[in-house]
């Protein structure tokens, strides 16, 4: 099964590198990951999918939510999510084949975003079943190139927004107050 998880972490050099390497290190593959800086330039989101049942994904939360730079984790898991895959995939075509492609890059509404003699570049967004559709289709025209970011996601309903990353959860008040 596999599981979609959002971290919160510090902007700064070598996280990425801390975090891959937690999961390497216990034998966890990411299957997808993508990385990009917030609303805030101080934080970037980690965004990554993970295989392996409740357990796997039980512990790869807790390894994540150990490591200092890492705010704080998400699971998406039972929420309503948007989530989006970009892809950028060369595929052969001359003059024969340009108007089929075009017309089947118009239907999964992606967008030619390069034109060479003997061939077209194309963007294309959307779920990972859609992609694998696409790139279906286009193995019959020939796929000179391709290229795929990570799983991007949102909830939602639940935000991993700054504040809320660094709010202090209900039961750590719940012990500062009761002493």
Do not use: C, W
Not at 17 to 35: K, T
Not at 55 to 76: A, G, M, S
């Amino acid at each position: 099964m596999k599981h979609v998880l959002s971290a919160m972490v510090m902007n700064q050099p070598g996280v990425l590198a801390h975090i891959s390497g937690m999961l390497a290190s216990r034998a966890y593959n990411i299957e997808s990951l993508a990385v990009g800086e917030t609303e805030d330039p101080a934080f970037s989101r980690v965004t990554f999918v993970v295989a392996g049942d409740d357990k796997v994904l039980d512990q790869v939360r807790k390894q994540l939510e150990k490591i200092i730079t890492v705010v704080k984790v998400v699971d998406y898991q039972n929420q309503d999510i948007v989530e989006r895959d970009l892809m950028l995939i060369k595929v052969a075509a001359n003059g024969g084949t340009r108007s089929e492609i075009r017309e089947m890059v118009e239907i999964f509404r992606g967008k030619i975003v390069d034109i060479g003699e003997e061939d077209l570049i194309i963007e294309i967004s959307g779920s990972e079943s859609k992609l694998t559709a696409f790139i279906n289709l286009m193995r019959a025209y020939g796929i000179i190139e391709m290229v795929r970011t990570g799983r991007i996601a949102l909830s939602r309903k639940t935000s991993l927004s700054i504040e809320s990353a660094l709010q202090p959860p209900p039961a750590y008040e719940e012990a500062v107050v009761n002493g």
